[in-house]
């Protein structure tokens, strides 16, 4: 089981937005160096819908080739196509990746059962272990916890990405869910409070900017020493809150060319952060003490 600060990695583009691999792997060495958990590619923060289903397998690829086994590789691998996430989960399981990420299908709105059928069916398909990831606000459809508790005993589903934001929803999901099955919030600025609750962690964002800091602050909570782990996340929360004042992953990405670790580049129909939002994530980058 994984458990800490695992971060959603952005995919780096050069302007023209072709994919910037050479910075690809300088990210994942720094997440290396700075004790992320896992990193987690070709997600929402990896802008994987506007990547082609070859750049989607190139991207894990080499995050698995680079990460050389130094940390596990989690490879977003959704779709709201069934026979497209059995596509992606297998090629995912045959380039090393520890497991998958996958989104409740989006945009077609099945159903509860057919939730259910879907991951139930990439599960048995795919010798993979998996992870949910239910984000009612990007895919409408809303994976209710009931449907988890069931997803639960399909063997090989091993957790859940919890991005719905609602804290009572996920502590009764919590208290109801076996031991070795994980939960990892999905929103930075709700991590700590679904740790307290017995969550393992947190697929985050702000990991992007602050990777030492977010590792520390979840091994703080993990390990029980709570006033640390809350003035770590005093520290951070301007950058929980403030990397969404435009759709993620675009404050992200702007912030971290701003810092020189990646060029500018994003894809249509996502577009590069309103001049008038600059000030509002430099504030944010500096109260947080990633930049002076």
């Known amino acids: 089981m994984i458990?800490?600060?695992?971060?959603a990695i952005v995919s780096p583009m050069h302007e023209d937005g072709s994919l910037d691999f050479d910075s690809y792997r300088k990210l994942v060495d720094w997440h290396v160096e700075q004790g992320t958990a896992a990193i987690a590619v070709v997600g929402t923060t990896g802008e994987s819908p506007t990547v082609d289903m070859q750049e989607h397998a190139t991207l894990i690829r080499v995050?698995?080739?680079h990460a050389a086994g130094r940390m596990p590789i989690i490879a977003g691998a959704g779709g709201n196509s069934t026979r497209e996430a059995i596509e992606l989960s297998e090629y995912a399981r045959k380039a090393g990746a520890h497991a998958s990420l996958q989104v409740v299908p989006y945009y077609n709105k099945p159903t509860q059962e057919g939730i259910y059928r879907h991951f139930r069916t990439v599960a048995e398909t795919v010798d993979l272990p998996m992870i949910l990831y239910n984000v009612p606000g990007r895919t409408?459809?809303?994976?209710?916890?009931?449907?988890?508790?069931r997803?639960?005993?399909v063997p090989g589903i091993v957790g859940l990405k919890d991005a719905t934001g609602d804290i009572p929803r996920g502590s009764d999901l919590l208290a109801r869910l076996p031991a070795d099955f994980a939960v990892y919030s999905g929103n930075d600025d709700s991590a700590l409070a679904l740790m307290a609750m017995g969550a393992q962690g947190v697929i985050s964002v702000t990991a992007n900017l602050a990777p030492g800091p977010m590792a520390r602050m979840c091994r703080c909570a993990l390990e029980g020493n709570w006033p640390e782990?809350?003035?770590?996340?005093?520290?951070?929360?301007?950058l929980h809150l403030d990397l969404f004042v435009e759709a993620n992953p675009i404050p992200v990405k702007w912030a971290l060319a701003q810092m020189g670790r990646i060029p500018p580049g994003i894809r249509l129909p996502l577009t590069p952060l309103s001049p008038e939002r600059h000030a509002i994530v430099r504030a944010a980058l500096e109260r947080s003490g990633v930049i002076t």
Do not use: F, H, K, Q
């Open 3 to 7: 458990r800490g600060s695992i971060v």
């Open 63 to 65: 995050a698995v080739e």
């Open 140 to 149: 409408v459809a809303d994976m209710r916890n009931e449907t988890v508790l």
């Open 151 to 153: 997803l639960a005993e």
């Open 229 to 238: 782990a809350l003035a770590l996340n005093r520290r951070l929360l301007p």
